[in-house]
């Protein structure tokens, strides 16, 4: 079975910064994601950036920045740079494969009604589109795959994907970090209102994204979504095609080749599904709230910089 986890950021930022807060020295950071994906059964996953600014090879371009720190792994893991959007990484008999993808969210002054494009094999991507359904047609053109994501409980949100859906690949069905219980947030936002704002994170985001996903007739997966690296592939998809040698892979067009296959021919299954605990999305969630600003990487490594 080859598992595949495709959206997963690995940890809240790539900056000095944020990896100081996971105790990850960034000349480690590809062993600490690698030794997650073996320890956790991913074949491949989707090392994911969203951000509004990207410098290629600067942290907000992760999968690029990934890219430069492999030279720091040990003598025991070998790795391929099979191009310049995709890696293998082997330890011993094992093998993991890390692909870029970018998650893009609407521009400034644009509203999407929470919905993003999650685009699977490159990131560097043009932001500036006003419509969403865009930069899928957008994505396709230059042979990505494209999944909506996004999708939360309001008639407005589910309305626009609803109108959209047709242009996509598939739909994220289900992220590990819609994990908190609706009645949760109800009953708490009418004492502390500010937690309204964790409303999208509920369980009931992946059961609007399944009901979108069965309204276009499009693959639903599974995605961990991980911002800390023991949650890389809590939820993941599996590819039962018979025809898969991940050995015989030479790039990034062969691997989407491969999934766009699988998904288009209904030969996966997303077969894990776990959540992320809720305490640590309210931890993220609060995280990002506090710090994720323009001050807090002065004088490191950012692109903002």
């Given amino acids: 079975m080859v598992s595949a986890d495709l ?9 000095d910064f944020w990896l100081a807060r996971h105790n990850i020295k960034p000349e480690n950071l590809p062993k600490v994601l690698a030794d997650s994906c073996f320890k956790n059964n991913v074949s491949i996953t989707a090392i994911t950036s969203e951000d509004d600014k990207m410098v290629q090879g600067m942290p907000e371009d992760r999968f690029g920045y990934f890219r430069s720190l492999l030279r720091n792994l040990p003598g025991n893991y070998a790795f391929n740079e099979l191009d310049e959007n995709l890696v293998r990484i082997r330890r011993d008999r094992e093998i993991v494969y890390f692909l870029n993808s970018e998650t893009i969210h609407a521009p400034h002054g644009t509203d999407w009604n929470g919905l993003k ?42 309305n626009m994907a609803t109108g959209v859906i047709d242009n996509f690949d598939g739909v994220i ?6 994990c908190i219980n609706p009645k949760v947030v109800r009953v708490a936002s009418r004492f502390v209102p500010k937690i309204n704002k964790l409303w999208r994170y509920t369980r009931s ?12 007739n499009k693959p639903g997966i599974a995605v961990s979504s991980s911002h800390w690296p023991h949650q890389m592939g809590r939820a993941m998809i599996a590819l039962y095609s018979k ?7 030479e790039g990034i067009e062969d691997m989407v080749q491969i999934l766009s296959y699988s998904f288009k021919s209904r030969e996966y299954d997303s077969f ?18 506090i710090y994720a600003k323009p001050s807090t990487y002065r004088g490191s490594l950012s692109s903002y910089n």
């Fill in 173 to 178: 069905t289900y992220d590990s970090n819609n």
């Fill in 7 to 15: 959206r997963s950021f690995g940890t809240i930022g790539f900056q």
């Fill in 205 to 216: 985001s992946n059961d609007a994204a399944k009901l979108i996903s069965n309204i276009g």
């Fill in 243 to 249: 025809g898969i040698i991940l050995e015989d892979i």
């Fill in 117 to 158: 494009a999650h685009i699977i094999g490159a990131n560097m991507l043009k932001k500036d589109y006003q419509k969403i359904e865009d930069v899928a047609m957008y994505a396709q053109d230059k042979g990505l795959l494209s999944f909506l994501t996004g999708i939360h409980n309001s008639s407005a949100c589910k």
């Fill in 272 to 289: 894990k599904r776990d959540e992320n605990h809720p305490l640590r999305v309210m931890y993220l969630a609060s995280e990002l709230a």
